[in-house]
């Protein structure tokens, strides 16, 4: 038996997967883009923005908001 026969068994004993049988599903963070637009949809309420600030503040919006509460 040679050695790659011995390590595979020897993995195969303590339950590890090989990598062609180990999962390659990408993970999908998509909490992170429902906080982004939460935060977007807060902004527009909050700071009473109109269509073009609202499309305008896609991007900037925590400058947006940081910008509206410094007066406070």
């Known amino acids: 038996m040679n050695f790659k026969k011995r390590i595979l068994m020897f993995n ?3 339950g590890e997967k090989r ?3 180990s999962s390659n599903e ?3 963070p998509w909490g992170l883009g429902l906080v982004w ?3 977007w949809l807060f902004s527009i309420g909050f700071l009473g923005l109109g269509t073009r600030e609202g499309f305008f503040g896609l991007a900037i919006w925590p400058y947006q908001l940081g910008a509206a ?3 406070f």
């Open 12 to 14: 195969q004993e303590k």
């Open 69 to 71: 509460m410094s007066g």
């Open 37 to 39: 637009i939460a935060g």
């Open 19 to 21: 990598m062609s049988e």
């Open 26 to 28: 990408a993970k999908k």
